[in-house]
């Protein structure tokens, strides 16, 4: 992904580059059409001679110089993504033809012009940022070279180009292919620092993913084997004392082989394989964990149906759910002292809603997630963030209904998106 950062912010940074070219013809336009139909004209050497030349003498040249040069620029610009884009990181031959294209304006309108200039830097900057350094240095020479080639053969404009290349049109042309050299080392610049941005990227999403992936690794430890040894630990304490000890002892084994299955799901999802079935039906899970959360508190808790029966869901949306009710569950009869708990499931109005309501006492005023997070109690914050994992909607607050005290979880889910998610 940040390799993918890194190229497009490259593409997008010569895309720039052709939009400035394109903004210094349109400025640098006018002038050169008036120089060369003016007095003292520039342009074709024999074209434009001392004094004012003929009516649109220089004219013509220019301007077609200028229209091919703003059309080539404007293709590529306006057909980026599709043609400029790709092909431009790919073929440099691409940026060799637009550098021989770009040359007509030096022909025509002078090196030591606006126009001019265009084709100097703008041709070295996008080496620069599309090949590194030893393309910014090969466009560099390459335009270095024609603008020797220009003054050389009398071409330079401004009056200074005459046959031969004499010292004015050395020192000009020295000029400019120095600036083609500066414009090629900005562009090396200039992908230096995008390689380095595109760098940092990649260090910020493997610091994201492996946060990302310390923070499931601490849900599922809380909500699965963290929770089920603390229950064993709880029956093996009471197994001394209880007046059925082989019934305690097979509780304490069911509690084990509980927290292995826990265990052995844990792994499978650090592995990246899929386990459990495909489809899981709420319903009957909700049921059996309800049971079992009665049989170990000793609290009435109670299952009903709350609208259609909710669909057959995919297990890895049904681990998240079902463990966020199972947390609910654990949190109600550890923290609240409620006298009865409610569990409903169903399809409300397209939204698929779990609901586990209690009468205790409710949470403490002013509980938020960053002071839960801040004191280490990681239960109401994990089930915030595996709601979030499965897009659905969580609610927890004081209950409603039928239980107006205490506290209810609340979870809803568009049904249209189980089978996505």
């Not at 265009?118 to 020479?141: D, I, N």
């Not at 404009?157 to 600036?179: E, F, K, Y």
């Not at 169903?346 to 309501?357: A, D, K, P, Y």
């Not at 109690?377 to 909607?393: S, W």
């Amino acid at each position: 992904m940040a390799v993918d950062v890194e190229t497009n912010a490259l593409r997008a940074m010569c895309r720039q580059v052709v939009g400035l070219r394109l903004a210094l013809i349109a400025l640098g336009t006018p002038y050169a059409l008036l120089g060369a139909g003016g007095e003292g004209g520039a342009g074709l050497a024999g074209l434009a001679a001392p004094g004012r030349a003929a009516p649109g003498g220089a004219v013509w040249p220019v301007g077609t110089a200028v229209l091919v040069t703003f059309l080539t620029s404007y293709a590529l610009f306006r057909n980026w993504e599709r043609l400029g884009g790709p092909l431009l990181l790919r073929h440099p031959t691409l940026l060799a033809a637009d550098a021989l294209v770009g040359s007509l304006l030096l022909v025509t309108a002078g090196p030591d012009s606006v126009l001019g200039y265009v084709g100097v830097c703008t041709t070295p900057l996008l080496a620069g940022l599309a090949y590194g350094p030893r393309g910014a240095a090969s466009f560099a020479c390459l335009q270095s070279l024609i603008v020797v080639t220009v003054y050389a053969a009398g071409l330079g404009g401004s009056g200074l180009g005459a046959p031969g290349m004499g010292a004015p049109g050395l020192g000009a042309s020295v000029l400019l292919a120095g600036l083609s050299v500066i414009a090629g080392g900005l562009g090396v610049t200039l992908r230096n620092l995008l390689s380095r941005y595109g760098a940092a990227a990649r260090a910020l999403a493997v610091a994201q993913a492996a946060q990302e992936e310390r923070a499931h690794l601490a849900r599922d430890l809380h909500d699965s084997v963290a929770k089920t040894l603390h229950g064993l630990a709880l029956q093996a304490d009471a197994l001394a004392e209880s007046p059925d000890p082989r019934g305690q002892a097979r509780a304490v084994a069911g509690a084990a082989r509980r927290a292995v299955e826990e265990s052995r799901e844990l792994l499978a999802g650090l592995r990246g394989v899929p386990y459990g079935g495909v489809k899981v039906d709420l319903t009957s899970e909700l049921t059996d964990r309800v049971r079992d959360f009665a049989r170990r508190s000793g609290i009435r808790t109670c299952y009903v149906d709350e609208g259609a029966a909710p669909p057959a869901v995919p297990s890895a949306v049904a681990g998240q759910l079902l463990t966020i009710a199972s947390e609910a569950l654990e949190n109600a009869g550890r923290h609240a002292r409620p006298t009865r708990v409610d569990v409903s499931a169903g399809v409300v109005e397209g939204l698929l809603r779990i609901s586990v309501r209690d009468d205790g006492r409710g949470l403490p005023p002013g509980t938020t997630l960053d002071g839960l997070r801040r004191t280490g109690h990681f239960g109401l914050v994990g089930m915030v963030e595996r709601a979030a994992g499965v897009g659905a909607r969580i609610r927890i607050g004081r209950g409603c209904g039928g239980l107006a005290r205490g506290t209810e979880v609340r979870l809803e889910l568009p049904v249209e998106g189980v089978a996505a998610r």
